[in-house]
């Protein structure tokens, strides 16, 4: 597929792709309750189940996470959603997908983000599917780790950005792409493979930037306590599972959520080059 600029969706585009990443929240949920798997809603979906009873209106994506060995456990029995509706694509099941997180795909559909044109993966409207990990417990090992993380992050990037930056990015992203991937996987697992479900530590995205607000305390991250109790909200007519201390944790991700953004901050910043829904209506940006 050609490189091309792409644009933001229209209000009723928006909408429909809401509506197709519910089905698969939906689907997601009934497989984790079979094979008792916890998770919650996370970030601007669980802020949409609490201050909207759904999507936020103006937001194109959705959010779950899961501590590491439910991430695990899920990764074996994914085999089990529903073919018709979606798919899960991680590393593991598919080489070419570069990311240190799993999604859940939309059978049927095409989703390609702008800048990731060259990208080998399969695609799909999508959901992102979100392993959390412990942290040290000091600030120097929190620090190790941020950094050790961020070079794993661009390394993986690099082999997205060596077509799509520009400049000194580029030069730097195609220096970075030389290092195989395979080894760039194996020096995450040097972190994964210390979680466990049972330990007090904090836990993050490994392969997501902290935000300011994730850094202000002293003990980084977010407490396990997020995942491990957790209550049902209402989410588009559905029921589906969040911290059970949700204004804790949304206070950590956005401070004073209950206030609206000015009209002219509510969008977001995703933009797709093409796009495919399951009724095989596209929506193309040339």
Known sequence: MKNCESRKMTPDQL???????LEMLVEFDRVCRKYNIKYIIGYGTLLGAVRHKGFIPWDDDADVEMLREDYEKFKRIANDLDEDICYFQCHDNDPEYLWGYGKLRHTNTVCVRGGQ???KWRTGIFIDVFPVDDIPKSMFGQIIQDVYCFFIRKILYSHIGKYSAKGIKKVTYSILA????ERAYRY???YISKSKNTS??????LMFPLSKKQKEDEYWGFSKNFYLERELYEFEGYKLF????????LRKCYGDYMVLPPKDKRSKSSYYSYVRFTDGKTIIHK
């Open 200 to 205: 007090d530590n904090n836990v993050r995205i």
């Open 15 to 21: 909408r429909k792709m809401q509506l197709t990443e």
């Open 117 to 119: 044109e060259h990208a």
């Open 188 to 190: 995450l697992k040097k």
């Open 242 to 249: 969040g911290p059970k201390d949700y204004d804790d944790y």
């Open 178 to 181: 030389k290092i195989p991937v």
